[in-house]
């Protein structure tokens, strides 16, 4: 156990060293947010700051090289004190010392990588060039020759983009119609005045509330062609009734001959619970005086839901069928799960799941690259339609 | 009017049975996986792939429990699990904390655009930027490692948790910190000593979520991490699962270990999860 309490140690250690770059990271802005109006303000943060970044980026680039910067640091220095001083004025401080370390930490770890994204995207990062790039950090440019092979070749060895994109809008469309219908008349189901309902409600969120990697992988066992309870129980029927049997029911190839079926059951069966639980909790914000109301009325059972129930369950229903779509637009864990290891087929892939088989499975990082930031325009698009349809964005409190 | 009350009665009744029975059908779908998981794990090595169905086979013991335990490495997986998921949720929540306190007390230049800025974060995909970040922890040399892990993980319920903890600062009434500052105690003492004990719920719960998100974890650590010593529980059993079919009692057993603690703590905060959920929804 030794070796585990070193690594124990280096988290630990990581952990303080976090906290030190967030001492540092305050410590620098309570100086300028605070003390910018001190005499010593000017001289002291000019000498004192390009001074610490040189110390600070020497054992990462060497003294020499970071010497060198030093002059760099001297401006940014500068400006950053002018600023305080004659701009900024200490205006808002505390909201902004706040808000840094996370600031920091996004942009390090989600802008800075979506940037790198988009440098790689132009260049050409593949298994021969990693080394290279590596060692030296240099990579070759090649502009928007990737660009051009996201949409002329194929990412994997067989499916070709536009495969693809017609797969990924049908898997999307076909997966959250059917987690809104299925979490609908669950909801619906559970709405009524039964016995046991919290029992009910929490079986069926089991799906949910498992582990997605242990749920998928055993819904991917029970698939299996042989050992499956599926087809067991297909056989089983076929073994009972002739009829069944001449009708086409036995035993089913999911994974191989029909991977993208197996997937959507999966996944419809993984999302339906969180659909019902955002409709249950719309249906039961409901008054129930609407429904007297309508009573008196005479209105039929359907007349109720399309003219009560939909649009009140709309405002819940809108930012989660949102949200729905794109996570199932983005589900790269079904599909990997289900078909990713090795000989694993092509035929259930969607974008995002072959951006993944392709940086991953088949080392072409650039390719990759400008394959996600096509895709990542495409979800921009698609966001920005949403939020401008249902205008779920409007009240920001 | 007594008749009709009561022939409603009856088709009340009738329809409360057909409601039961629906329900029943689904609840049983949606858990029956998790039986059958279950049901193999106590199968007899010599009847792993027989076809039965039924909940507790002939000759059930618990050999795959006992054999997981001793001939894998799972309760390594499990540690090297526990020890990535709780560094990078300490620092996730720590950091939420603050920003969204900055976020619900405050009114300040940028306030709006840095709370589109988060929700507009939650739209990249985090499958996108698998890429990026592992050629980052390869540049640092940090793969294979807990760090990379960490490093990769820390910000990625950032946002969510940012919107939850604002969501909940927001229902503490103001008047209570103002008298802490009437008392003397600075802003960040009234946030430190009023706001924070105040909110344990709510940073539990964001707690929670960067915990089971960073816990369930599997496409990152697929490619960061590669000596089956350093594995996390889901290399571990994607492993067991995938590459040989005859480890299917292992696989189980590893499965039923892994999601009943999981199970068990998302239906204690499942509640709290949702309206976190449709309030971060409705209100971005």
Known sequence: MPETLGSLGEVAWFVLLVAAGTAALEGYLYFHLRLFGRKWFLPVSLILFPALAVLACAPALGGQAAARLWPWFLAAEAAASAASRYLVKGRHYLPFMLLAPAFVGLALLLVYPFVFQAYLSFHDLKLSTVLMWKNTGRLPFAGITQYVKVFTTSPLSEVSFWALLVRTFVWTFTNVALHVAGGFVLALLLNNAIRFKGFYRTLLVVPWAMPQVVAVLAMRGEFHSQHGFINILLSRLADASPLLERLGVGPVQWLTDHPLLTCTLINVWLGIPFMMVVILGGLQSISSSYYDAAEIDGASYLQKLRYITIPLVKPVLMPAVTLGTVWTFNNINVIYLVTGQSGGTEQADILVSAIYKAAFTYNRYSYAAAFAMVVFAMLFAISAFYLRVFDAAKDER | ?284
């Not at chain 2, 029956?32 to 792993?48: A, E, Q, T």
């Not at chain 2, 949720?89 to 306030?111: D, E, I, K, Q």
């Open chain 2, 1 to 284: 009017m007594h008749d009709g009350k009561r022939a409603r009665g009856m088709k009340g009744t009738a329809r409360n049975l057909l409601i039961h029975l629906a329900v029943i059908a689904a609840a049983f779908v949606c858990v029956y996986p998790l039986l059958r998981m279950f049901s193999v794990s106590l199968r007899p090595g010599d009847k792993l792939f027989s076809a039965d169905l039924s909940l507790i086979p002939a000759g059930a013991s618990f050999r795959a429990y006992s054999d997981l335990l001793r001939d894998t490495m799972f309760l390594r997986w499990l540690w090297n699990s526990l020890v990535i998921t709780t560094a990078t949720s300490f620092m996730g929540v720590s950091l939420a904390s603050t920003a969204a306190y900055a976020f619900s007390r405050f009114r300040f230049p940028g306030r709006r655009s840095g709370m589109l800025l988060l929700l507009a974060s939650q739209m990249i995909p985090a499958g996108m930027l698998i890429l990026p970040l592992f050629l980052m922890i390869m540049k640092m040399g940090l793969m294979n490692t807990y760090l990379g892990m960490i490093i990769a993980y820390s910000v990625s319920s950032l946002p969510f948790s940012i919107w939850i903890l604002k969501g909940y600062y927001d229902t503490i009434p103001r008047s209570l910190e103002e008298a802490a500052l009437v008392d003397g105690t600075s802003r960040v003492g009234a946030f430190w000593r009023v706001v924070l004990p105040l909110s344990t719920p709510a940073l539990s719960i964001a707690f929670l979520f960067n915990f089971t998100a960073a816990w369930n974890e599997y496409l990152v650590a697929r490619v960061v991490l590669f000596s089956a010593k350093q594995y996390t529980w889901t290399l571990g059993l994607f492993e067991l699962q995938g590459q040989y079919i005859t480890q299917w009692g292992m696989f189980a057993a590893g499965s039923m270990l892994v999601t009943l603690p999981v199970l068990a703590v998302f239906l204690y905060s499942s509640k709290w999860l949702i309206s976190g959920l449709t309030l971060g929804g409705i209100k971005g």
